[in-house]
């Protein structure tokens, strides 16, 4: 048989029940404080991460682009002085083989050795063309000279090939009076001319040097892998 509870049993039952109520809403807080806790922090690492992996994009980005920057500063900077190095040189170059076209003056003022030069000249068209009669032209200051010069290239080029060959001076076609002198050989009819005028032998002669000396003053370039 039941006894109904006195008020005091009542106050004591709703006190303990009141105290668990409140010992699980404060165990229940705490799981919630600790579970929030967590989930900030995995957020907040989350953000850092992010955070950091953006600034560290933007970091080698920039870096990237600061490098390519300094690269094509670099490669102009070195463009630039190659190409002020490279004009230098072909001035002092073309100073050079103005200063040989100068002198080539120089040659037909001796009237002796410079028919010694005429004479080797026509003789080298001949032997070129190898034919029984070939022309020389030349300018007309020096048709007195190179009338002399072909004699002796007739003698020593029977001389030479026990032959005899006719060599007559083109006086309806005389070089150009401001060249520096020489003789062109023309044969087959004048379809075949060998022209040996000084200002053309300088320009083979020039072709032909130009690495060696550019060699003799700059020096070897080693950029270079293959040679003439």
Do not use: W
């Given at each position: ?49 992010a955070e950091t ?52 003056e120089g040659y ?115 950029n270079r892998r293959?040679?003439?």
């Amino acid at each position: 048989m039941s006894h109904a509870m006195s008020d005091d049993q009542v106050s004591t039952e709703l006190k303990k029940m009141t105290a668990f109520i409140r010992q699980e809403a404060l165990e229940k807080a705490q799981e919630i404080r600790i579970k929030a806790d967590e989930e900030f922090a995995i957020e907040k690492s989350k953000l850092v991460r992010a955070e950091t992996s953006s600034i560290d994009n933007a970091y080698a980005k920039r870096f990237k682009q600061a490098s390519m920057s300094q690269q094509i500063t670099r490669s102009t900077l070195a463009n630039k002085t190659r190409l002020k190095v490279l004009s230098a040189r072909q001035e002092l170059l073309d100073e050079l083989f103005e200063r040989a076209q100068g002198k080539l003056e120089g040659y037909t003022g001796d009237k002796g050795k410079y028919r010694e030069i005429c004479k080797n000249l026509i003789l080298e068209g001949a032997y070129a063309l190898n034919e029984d009669k070939v022309a020389v032209r030349a300018r007309k200051a020096d048709y007195d000279t190179v009338k002399g010069s072909i004699e002796d290239a007739k003698k020593e080029y029977k001389e030479n090939l026990n032959k005899e060959v006719e060599i007559d001076l083109d006086e309806n076609n005389p070089q150009p009076e401001d060249s520096a002198g020489g003789v062109s050989v023309v044969g087959t009819g004048g379809k075949i001319d060998i022209n040996n005028t000084l200002d053309e032998r300088l320009k083979l002669l020039q072709n032909d040097a130009l690495p060696m000396v550019r060699r003799s003053l700059f020096g070897k370039n080693e950029n270079r892998r293959f040679y003439d």
